[in-house]
């Protein structure tokens, strides 16, 4: 403390200011200050008084200088909420969205802004009860506190927020009923409580007579009973989501509600014939499925509703012959009726040219009429046994693919983490670097096609200053009910920090809304981190003098000071790490003797890696990225090894390293890189060398190896025995977590072992079954939907991924490429014209002739598979180990007779380029915005 003392002291006296003359009032000062010390460090500097040197985020009232905003969403912060938060008196709008590290109970101080109107604390690691003290915050117009691990019931002092208009508790662990408190919320527009273990039968009062309701979103919990009667008093609501829960019935009164354009029901105990909503004529979205109807035939009243875009009533007990006029509704895109025994011949010859998918999957049609161009499914009907000869692959599981607007020009050749800037004319090129995340819609009243697409970029360029044109946001769609979302600086590389931060701002308001769209959640990408941005700090040229000689003076003062006594903590530091190595490992309070359970992992010391490494020379370098470096290098014993080495600034935190070292030291497969041993000192891992590299090096050519079909097979079957080994053998099970080609490596003989647990957590039952809520973490492009969307991780999570590394294998394009998402592609080449399509357009030329179909359509089947939007119905990574190794079984002797006759043909001198990309051996700390591998 004195040593801090003194160093305020050289910078106040270099600078000649005098501190007593701050332009923020003293009291909202030295809560902020108390904030970044809490925070340090951070991806933001503040530095100056917060008002006159307009810190990041802050934003002060220019008549009393008082903070009255703290915006910093996606900013990296690490810690928990600071007691001197509510030192803030004056706030009026608190966002700290989307940090994920930013962990701990909301602190009783946090109540104490009485001023407080706008909470965001979306996306963060945020856990226990939500206090009662919630009710002190009678200003309160919104609260997001989706996306965390809050548990136990809603406060009853819920009922103090009068003036609440967006009420968002959703992807949480509370439980509990409803509180008839809820009912005093009468300027309430949004209710966002869904994915929570909210039960019980929701009683009746909760919904109150004109309150103005437009969103009422409670699928995905576990009420039951009877949907309560007042729910008729929501005159204006727009979208009701019921859904995946156990309600009994519905009443009356929900026909009353004529405004509503999205509904749905599905996956419930309703019980009697289908739901008859043919009053709501405005609806355009209906799912009515998986319920326990009555048997019966396809409701008439059905026909009247010509809004329609989607119909979803799978399993729903229908029966008997479909009408042909239900396909002629002109706006209906899209039909769902799998799962039902409805028959006779399928009549399409009335299909409205808008119609774009049409899923009759496990039904008994015996013919079809009628030329239809969408994706037609009818796997599991009795016409594909009698008919091989169906159009769009109708009996292999036809799919569709969104009318998306074109994707900007990827033409420019711009470097990693950068793209093509849409807004450049079209004769020159700005590679830029946008502000960008994903966007998941929890609720929809269109499907997510063109126009979808181009009314949300007019309500970005409309909500967002910054914006003048629509060609700077890039919406892609990437599923269903999904898109990645980019924001473009208008015709130059970069966007300011502190621009970038007011859209993420802005965004996370909830202020930017699509009517005609539906509600959504956006996770970004990151913090903004442009590589080299040129920000404008605002001082002049004096003034950025003086302050670097101020600094010069204080670094010099500083080395003075310093030395003597850095140079004997480090000595008294060394002996400590000897004596106790593991002590800087574990939190305070724990055990500061504990080790990580290791079993066969040796202990290096940072003088035997320097020696091996000929002091980490650039002639030992193997690769490099954003974590640090990997080595090659020979240990005393004659064992080659590759030493990831983590720079300073991008270490993993002390849990993720000991996680790392514990996993690997106790799994011992084949198909596992095995962990040699590690370094404490500077957090090295020392692994098994592998010469030839990634399979995503492999892929693309970068390196000598020549990956033709049964090498590509063998990848295969190599890396999903690895992982079957982790989901089902391993003691205890663990999820990956982050399954990507470029942490699949080869060894000499090509044999393919799966790297890089950095990121593994285990599983929560026995054999990998069930799920784990953790924060989002992984790569873009190979993440599972469903894990980011509800943040509940399983073993079918890798299973997702592991699909789109199968299709990486077959076309040898990388996740996400040039704008187009690998998955997406597949299925359009497959709708447009089966398998020969997909041939012709996508498959990798190296093997296009090499692949039997034989062999090519069940991969291609597993694959889609593996990547199904709903983890359900995915098959495990057990299964798909023994579909792959049945597909290879053509090859005489297996996998291994395939092994033996195809020798490596690599040339034995040593590549041109390295090894390892940047993206091996990688510490994925979230979701990268980046296309992976780098």
Known sequence: MKFAGFAVFVIVAALHINPSSSVTNEQDLAALQAIQQAWAPTSFSWSGDPCESLWLGVTCDPTSSNVIKLELPSQSIRGSLPLQIGDLTNLQTLDLSYNGNLTGTLPLELFQLANLEELFLQNCGLFGTIPNDLGKLAKLTYLALNQNFFTGPIPTTVGQLSEMFWFDLSYNQMSGNLPLQLANLTKARHFHLHVNNFSGIIPTGIFSAGQPLVHLLLYNNSFEGPVPSDIGNLTALDILRLDFNQFSSVPDSLTEMVTVTSLQLDHNSITGEVVNVSSLTRLQYLYLGHNQYTSGVLPSWLLSLVNLTTLDVENGGLQGPLPASLFALQNLEIVHLGYNHLNGTLDLSLASPVLVEVDMQQNNFTGLIGDFSGSLNLEGNDICSANANLPNNACGGGSASPNLAPEPSSSCGCSSGLSSNPTAGSSSCVCSYPVSGLLNFTALKVSLDANAISSMQSGYVESIPLLSSANQVSILVISSSTATLSIFPNNKPFWELSEANTITSLISSKSILFADVGPYIYIPSGPYFPPGPSTKS????????????????????????????????????????????????????????????????????????????????????????????????????????????????????????????????????????????????????????????TLREALSGSTNVVMDWPRRLQAAVDSARGLAYLHT?????????????????????????????????????????????????????????????????????????????????????????????????VRSALQRGGLPALR?????????????????????????????????????MKQVTKELEAIVGEFEGGIEGARNDYIPNYKKEEPEVPLYDSSSFQYSGGISATVEPK
Request: charged share 25%; glycine share 6%.
């Open 729 to 825: 053998e391993a003691n205890p099970p663990i999820i990956h977590r982050d399954v990507k080609s470029s942490n699949i490596l080869l060894d000499e003989k090509l044999v393919a072992k799966v790297a890089d647990f950095g990121l593994s957590k285990l599983a929560p039952e026995e054999g990998g079954v069930g799920h784990v809520s953790t924060q989002v973490k992984g790569t873009l492009g190979y993440l599972d939907p469903e894990y980011y969307t509800t943040q509940r991780l399983s073993d079918k999570s890798d299973v997702y991924s592991f699909g789109v590394v199968i299709l990486e294998l077959i076309t040898s394009r990388q996740p996400i490429e040039h704008g187009r998402f690998i998955v997406r592609e």
């Open 840 to 876: 012709e357009s996508l498959v990798d030329l190296k093997i296009e002739k090499a692949c039997p179909d034989s062999q090519l359509k069940p991969l291609l089947d597993l694959a889609l598979r593996c990547v199904e939007e709903s983890a359900a119905l995915r098959p495990s």
């Open 538 to 693: 605002g001082l002049g040229v004096a003034a950025k003098a003086g302050i670097a000689v101020a600094a010069v003076v204080f670094f010099l003062l500083i080395i003075i000071v310093a030395v003597y006594a850095l140079r004997q903590k480090k000595r008294a530091e060394k002996a400590e790490i000897i004596s106790k190595p593991f002590a800087s490992w574990v939190a305070k309070q724990e055990d500061q003797d504990a080790a990580p359970k290791l079993k066969g992992a040796r202990f290096f010391t940072l003088a035997e890696m320097k020696k091996a490494t000929n002091n980490f020379s650039q002639a030992q370098e193997i690769g490099a990225g954003g974590y640090g470096k990997v080595y090659k290098a020979t240990l005393p014993s004659g064992e080659q090894v590759a030493i990831k080495r983590s720079q300073a600034s991008s270490r993993q935190g002390a849990a993720e390293f000991k996680n790392e070292i514990e996993l690997l030291s106790r799994l011992h497969h084949k198909n596992l890189v095995e962990l040699v041993g590690f370094c404490f000192e500077e957090q090295m891992l020392i692994y098994e060398y592998l010469p030839n590299g």
